[in-house]
Each structure stands twice: as structure tokens, then as C-alpha cells.
């Protein structure tokens, strides 16, 4: 499982959660994320439907890349530890 972080510099959501992601990346070690700008990334943006109203978005990914679930805005911390165990072995 991976989650895609997408966000932008000038999202003022995006700078709420850099650092809950943060915390959460610390305490599970084996999470793979990746971040996604969204002003430098127009190829994802398409793919995954995002426009600026969306941002902060978190895409939840299976092994094979499929997506399995999306977040959107701030999050609390303990529900995000509870959607990342929750998919953590697909």
C-alpha cells in the first residue's frame, strides 16, 4: 500500500497536514508515501481528477497502484493511522 500526498505550496491545508503526515511517517516506518506538487505535476492532476478545490488530496494506493480510497482536506491524525492499518496489506 502507498498513499499519494498531493498538495501545493500555497494550500494553506496542505501546510496543515505536512506535518501530521509527518508524524505519521515517524512512527510507521514501513509506509510508503509519495509527494505530489500539485502546480508541478499536470500529468497527475489529469489522471487522478484534481482541481484546487480538492487540495489537500491523499490517494490511497494498493500494490498494484489501483487506488482504493481518497481523502480530501485536513484529517485528523488518528483517523489517517486508522485508514493506513486499515489498508496496509493490500
Sequence with gaps: MKVL???AV???GCNVMRP???EIET????LQTEYVEYDNAPEVV???G?????LPTFIFLDKT???IDRKSGEIEKSDL????EEYKDR
Design 5 to 7: 500526498k498531493i498538495g
Design 27 to 30: 512512527e510507521l516506518p514501513w
Design 81 to 84: 493511522v486508522k485508514l493506513v
Design 46 to 48: 489529469a489522471k487522478y
Design 65 to 67: 497502484g489501483v487506488e
Design 10 to 12: 500555497w494550500c494553506n
Design 50 to 54: 484534481l482541481d484546487e478545490g480538492t
Design 20 to 22: 501530521r503526515w509527518k
